[in-house]
Nanobody
Framework: QVAMVESGGGSAQAGASLRLSCTVSGLTFSNYAMAWFRQSPGKVREFLAAMSAKNSSHYGDSVKGRFAIARDNSKATVYLEMNTLKTEETAVYSC????????????????WGQGTQVTVSS
């Protein structure tokens, strides 16, 4: 049984930073590319960042230069460091796992966490 549990969400002021974590069990973490997405009500799911099993990374345009993805295979955990947060980034943030190569498409991720709410206020 695969379990992916996000943590680190919550409330933040605009301009502040938050770090999300996603701890995975039930699969061979080192074989999977990991990604972060977010979704707010009425909007499509948005790709934020992904990291391959070999630690290459890719970012969505809206977060490039502000967000950073990292992974620790020994802890089966992927992180998302979010800096200079904006009010419009209030959303549910989810991690996802894709067997094999890095992908920006939600449809190519087999496993998902339940999501963690991030609320950014002015």
């Amino acid at each position: 049984q695969v379990a992916m549990v996000e943590s680190g969400g919550g409330s933040a002021q605009a301009g502040a930073s938050l770090r999300l974590s996603c701890t995975v069990s039930g699969l061979t973490f080192s074989n999977y590319a990991m990604a972060w997405f977010r979704q707010s009500p009425g909007k499509v799911r948005e790709f934020l960042a992904a990291m391959s099993a070999k630690n290459s990374s890719h970012y969505g345009d809206s977060v490039k230069g502000r967000f950073a993805i990292a992974r620790d295979n020994s802890k089966a955990t992927v992180y998302l460091e979010m800096n200079t947060l904006k009010t419009e980034e209030t959303a549910v943030y989810s991690c996802a796992a894709s067997w094999g190569r890095l992908s920006v498409s939600p449809d190519e991720h087999e496993h998902w966490g339940q999501g963690t709410q991030v609320t950014v206020s002015s």
